[in-house]
């Protein structure tokens, strides 16, 4: 593998930490001419100061050439050797220099794991201690032990501190890069098996279309028959195919809803009117039962739309042969109230808490061998809850079933501000 | 009549074109496979409408959308697999007509490449007097809109709903009866394709388009046009 050399000003977090680097020196420096203790000092300040810049520029150069010097640990531990030295050539226990490990560890705790950074600390504690001893400049034993006792808990306190919080934003950000990988693998999913499967279906569908259209009076009953299981079919996959991508869109919260002003009643009638050519196959009766004058609700048409049909199309499969179904509306305090009735089988009381979760599939669905995989519901309770409604079903076996919705009439969050529309 | 279908697929193409030749019997369908090619053809051969999917090799169909509308302002609809609302939001900002959602059944395609051309065709000019509100001047003779006498480019959508608006002025329009006016009644549910044309409106009449002083919201209703 090729191994680049570092660039001499790194970028990034690595900028933000040399930057400290010099700060610390600077602030080192600044202390020294303050705190007057530091007179007795083994060498002057200044070639003291010089050599730490010396140390620094050659620290941005000496990566280059040794490898193992690219090492975080190893670079942070060479810190320490030399702020030590500092500290000893300093006045020991006096040096201002001591600031120097305090920005050293704050430094490990970008780079370094908890348990490496506090590992750093106890070195730089050990040598801190030893730089003050050899020092000749020496203190009463209280004054000595007051001096390095406070010091050395401050770094282990920084130590401590400084990475415990650096690992918690690191594992926060790691959480977070996580979280939009796993929504941008949901929505390069939703692309292509969108893509993958509406593709194909276009074409057959298409293709099945036109058959039938081009398809004369006196054609084989036969291949007419043959053709029209093909399109049943092909409605059957292009509604599993919907189902899916709606139900992986919903889990990665990436439906938005495009709510506008409607007349429910209207609507309803308009959604009610599409599934006629259906009433008509199986000679059933829809009622409809809507309330007038009621207040216009924002809703996002295309889902609610999804939602109704989906009520809709249930009833109709349960229902037997000439059975009853009923759509109703009418208005609650604060909601609308929507409900679809039908007088098929019901559904056990056992089943019913179930109903709505995902890929469940009735008794009554697996005993008549009715299509389905368990959607239909499970989306119709996430789009009314995107509404801020609730679903909920009442049944008796044998006494047929009542879905019922709820749409509020107060604008929710989610709703545009009025100059959207 | 003459249409460019742009897709990668060679049987989507093929059911297209059986759609049009079934329906339509007289047009001739062009096709494309890739973005450069379609902008190709468009500049040599002028078709009357393009139908564009997203997913295209290289180039995709926002991308050719955007590049076509520096030259051209052929009606295009977009033909996809993708029915997102942002997809369609998108479409439409970049300067779609319409949006049609793979798998389509053939009539409601040849329904809606209808209703935009009729739409292209563009409104009979009148012969009445201009409508005149501040600096908005609507000349309905030639077509021609100007704000503090700047003339102003209007596509044909956006000129219908200016049109209904401004003949409405000082009426409240329901969204329903915009889209069905300027759309068609089978677009009554689509707010977006009238939210993003409010926007383009309210972009190039407006002095300041967030604070409208013309096209004046009617919350939960609709919009109005400010009486002269």
Known sequence: MNREAPPLIPGGIDRILLILRWLALVLAIGLSFIDRSTEGVFVGIFPLVGGIAAYNLVILLLPRFLPWLRQPFNVLA????????????????????????????????????VMSSLLLANLAAFLYIAACLLNPARLSTIEATYITGTKLTLLLIVALLSSLLLEQLRREREETARERALAEAQATFVSVVSHELRTPLTCIKTSIELLQATETQDADEGRRELIQTIANHVARLESLVNDLLQVTRLEAEQVVLTPQPTDMALFLKRVAHSFTPLLVHKSQQLELDLSAGLPRVWVDRTQIEQVISNLLSNAIKFTPQGGHIRLALHGDKDALVISVSDDGPGIPLEEQPHIFEKFYVGHQQKATGGVGVGLGLYIARRLVELHGGRISVKSMPGQGATFTFTLPLERKAHQPRANEF | MKLLIVDEEPDVVKVVRAAFRAQEPNWEVLAASSGPEALQIIESEQPDLVLLDVVLPGMDGFSVLRELRRFSDVPVIMLTVRDDEVSKVTGLELGADDYITKPFGYLELVARVRAVLRRAEGLPLSYEEPFVCGDVRVDFSTRQVTVKGQAVELTNTEYRLLYHLVRNAGRPMSHEALLARVWGHEYTDEINYLKVYISRLRAKLEPDPQHPQYILTEYGFGYRFRAP
Do not use: E, K
């Open chain 1, 78 to 113: 060479l810190d320490v050797l030399v702020s030590t030295l500092a500290v000893y050539l300093n006045g020991g226990y006096h040096s201002a220099f001591f600031i120097l490990y305090v920005f050293v560890l704050i430094s490990a705790a970008f780079r370094l794991s």
